[in-house]
């Protein structure tokens, strides 16, 4: 378990008396799913001594929104959830799509020169 995350995430729990929390991973490496699941023994594993963990629930990744999962958390006689979203830095899908699509394009990307610019500026 990287200790960065496990500290980061502990010390949200001394930042408010809030009842939800966001707990944001910038993840560079792939796969995502294996991010998650070490987050999700960190929140079930390591919560901060006054909270007791309830369960998860997962946060499906849909277009551009980034998954994740929800914990619930008991202290004292308050809820507090904390919301886990990954964030995929990499993007190694799209990439890896763009780079097989580039040869196919159907036409080669326009270059402006001074004489464009000064035609569309008089129109």
Do not use: W
Not at 25 to 36: D, G, K, L, Q, R
Not at 93 to 121: C, E, I, N
Request: hydrophobic content about 40%; charged content about 30%; glycine content about 2%.
């Amino acid at each position: 378990m990287n200790a960065d995350l496990r500290h980061h995430f502990q010390k949200l729990f001394e930042y408010s008396k809030c009842k939800l929390f966001f707990h944001l991973t910038y993840a560079y490496h792939s796969p995502i799913s294996a991010v998650v699941a070490e987050l999700e023994v960190m929140a079930e594993q390591n919560a901060a001594d006054h909270c007791k963990f309830i369960d998860r629930k997962a946060i499906p990744s849909r277009d551009s929104k980034p998954g994740g999962f929800r914990a619930r958390y008991k202290a004292d006689v308050e809820e507090i959830v904390v919301v886990f979203l990954v964030l995929d830095m990499q993007q190694d899908d799209l990439r890896g799509a763009a780079k097989k699509a580039a040869p196919s394009a159907a036409r080669k990307p326009r270059v402006q020169t001074a004489m464009t610019v000064r035609r569309k500026s008089k129109d």
